[in-house]
């Protein structure tokens, strides 16, 4: 990878950390864990980047709101968080975006290959986000599933659906070599 490669992609990943930064202050608080976009953009971060630059742009995300920096749901952060009730899902955030860049790039970046990545990989965030909540709240595992999952499924499941087309559209923006700027 050239040098400019290399600097394109560290902009779209911190240009994607920021999204998803954004996205943690637009929530519905319904309990412990509230319902916000950052999903949204950590499928896009997978299908757009892939799981090499994906995961480093998901990890500076996570490294800003372990600095305290308010990037997480509601315009919190710090360690307090990684350790609260939402940590699971936090954590959760960077195996999810591994897996949904493995699964399109080996599947040619194909929108249904896209749709299958995105639901293993909400599956692996409500997997760990669950586990976590119950672990830290003492919740027994159904009312974990019941508080930590169930009010999610419609909100992630339209959120696929939003992010199939738009990375279709972007798609080929990110991957095109030319920038514009040669004359």
């Known amino acids: 990878m050239d040098n400019f490669e290399q600097l394109r992609m560290t902009v779209y990943a911190s240009l994607l950390a ?22 949204l953009f950590i499928y896009l971060t997978g299908l757009l980047l892939g799981s090499r630059w994906g995961a480093a742009s998901v990890a500076v995300y996570l490294l800003a709101g372990l600095c305290g920096l308010p990037v997480f ?11 609260g009730p939402t940590g699971g899902y936090l954590f959760g955030y960077l195996a999810a975006v591994c897996v949904i860049g493995l699964i399109t790039e080996k599947a040619n970046r194909h929108w ?6 995105m639901t293993v990989g909400t599956f692996i965030i409500y997997t760990a986000g ?27 499941s339209l959120k696929i659906l939003a992010a199939v087309p738009i990375a279709r559209a972007v798609r080929p923006l990110l991957l095109s070599r030319q920038v514009g700027l040669e004359a």
């Open 73 to 83: 749901a509601g315009g919190t952060g710090g360690i307090g968080r990684l350790a």
């Open 112 to 117: 249904i290959m896209d749709v299958v990545a």
């Open 18 to 39: 920021a999204l998803t930064a954004a996205g943690a202050y637009l929530i519905i608080p319904i309990g412990p864990v509230p319902i916000s976009l950052q999903t």
């Open 130 to 156: 669950v586990v976590w909540l119950k672990t830290v709240t003492g919740m027994t595992f159904n009312k974990a599933v019941t508080v930590g999952m169930l009010p999610f499924l419609v909100g992630d």
